[in-house]
């Protein structure tokens, strides 16, 4: 399954007219999760292919042309309880207000975001499209645990003439993830691209940040690696982020590092929780600049952080032809231990004692 699209039969759609946002719920071809199992591969994958058009939305628009558009990824995931939870979701609305505000569209309410996520949850798992909790997934720690992912989008008004977007539509899809990251690959490659730059859009989730990071990280799964980590734009020296992820260094030296946040550094939300996690287990954390020569010579750790990727061991980065192998190469002990607690909290194994999830079911 790892992350492919295969949309669950139910969506949930805003439109921003006379100063109002016009919500609805579209139900669109299924038939029982059962039954769908039951299809030949290819008959299954058109039903959920058919679930992904939406034939009264216009073709060219400020974001089909432009990319002018942003968006969220937000997890919901089985708990062993038997329930279903979202992951922060007021942290996301947060962010997604932010960002439509950044862009210069109207901002989506955060009350309504969130009780779009939990109502588009809910009546999908009212359709029996959900995932159950197995067990066997605390085996390795949940890495490859199934959640449902949802994304929702902004999508612009028809409108050839580069332009802001002052009608647009928000659009919340689910659907079913398990591990994110492929197997085989799994060391980092520094890139010579560059994804943000200062007074850009590299703080927001915006759309067309990402065609950078999807040219790099085809570059680097090209060259055998797992993942691209770009550089800062003006000086190329300090580490920035990963191709849609946080990163952090674990020094010798016993402190966490990570990037601090500015205007080319997206506020990772995953990234934030885990600052808090690595705190509470008497780590110092330091938000701060690292430079690559630092980060490959005082490293013993590193990981990437996201919504699906979760902490994901980085055991090499390399850097102008030469490679660095963190520690003994192996996923490191800090890692280990904060994905441990991440995962437990969203899965219901740990106490949620921080009031990280909303429960939908
Ligand atoms: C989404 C994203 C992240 C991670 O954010 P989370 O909220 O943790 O999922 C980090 N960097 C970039 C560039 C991203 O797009």
Redesign the pocket.
């Known amino acids: 399954m790892a992350f492919t699209l295969s949309s669950y039969p139910i969506s949930y759609r805003a439109k921003y007219l006379r100063d109002q946002w016009k919500e609805e719920f579209l139900e669109k071809p299924h038939k029982t999760p059962e039954e769908e199992a039951a299809l030949p591969p290819a008959e299954a994958a058109a039903l959920s292919d058919s679930r992904n058009f939406y034939n009264d939305m216009p073709l060219v628009s400020y974001t089909t042309q432009y990319g002018l558009g942003c968006f969220e990824?937000v997890k919901a995931l089985p708990q062993k309880d038997g329930g279903l939870a979202i992951f922060r979701p007021d942290k996301?609305a947060e962010?997604f207000y932010n960002s439509m505000k950044g862009l210069f569209m109207p901002p989506f309410p955060r009350e309504l975001f969130v009780k779009a996520l939990v109502e588009t949850v809910k009546r999908n798992a009212a359709l029996g499209f959900k995932p159950r909790y197995k067990t066997e997934w605390e085996k390795d720690s949940f890495m490859n645990a199934d959640s449902v992912y949802i994304r929702p989008f902004s999508y612009a008004e028809g409108g050839i003439g580069v332009n802001i977007s002052s009608e647009p539509w928000v659009v919340v899809i689910c659907t079913p993830v398990s591990a994110y990251f492929s197997e085989g690959k799994s060391g980092a490659v520094i890139t010579e691209r560059i994804?943000a730059t200062p007074r850009g859009t590299g703080w927001i989730?915006a759309d067309s940040?990402?065609v950078i990071?999807a040219l790099a990280k085809h570059e680097a799964a090209e060259a055998g690696y797992m993942e691209c980590v770009f550089l800062d734009a003006q000086e190329h020296r300090f580490v920035e982020?990963?191709?849609?992820?946080?990163i952090f260094f674990y020094l010798k030296s016993g402190v966490l590092v990570t990037p601090e946040l500015g205007d080319t550094i997206?506020p990772?939300?995953?990234?934030l929780s885990l600052i808090e996690l690595a705190r509470d287990r008497g780590v110092e954390v330091s938000e701060r600049k690292i430079s690559i020569d630092e980060a490959l010579s005082e490293t013993r750790e590193c990981f990437v952080?996201?919504?699906?990727a979760g902490a994901t061991p980085i055991p090499s980065l390399s850097y102008r032809g030469k490679k660095t192998v963190f520690g003994d190469g192996k996923a490191g002990e800090l890692t280990m231990e904060l994905q441990k607690t991440l995962k437990g909290i969203q899965y219901g194994t740990l106490p949620d004692s921080k009031g990280w999830l909303t429960p939908v079911v």
């Open positions: 990824g996301n962010r994804r989730k940040n990402y990071a982020e990963g191709s849609s992820c946080n997206l990772g939300i995953t990234r952080s996201g919504t699906a």
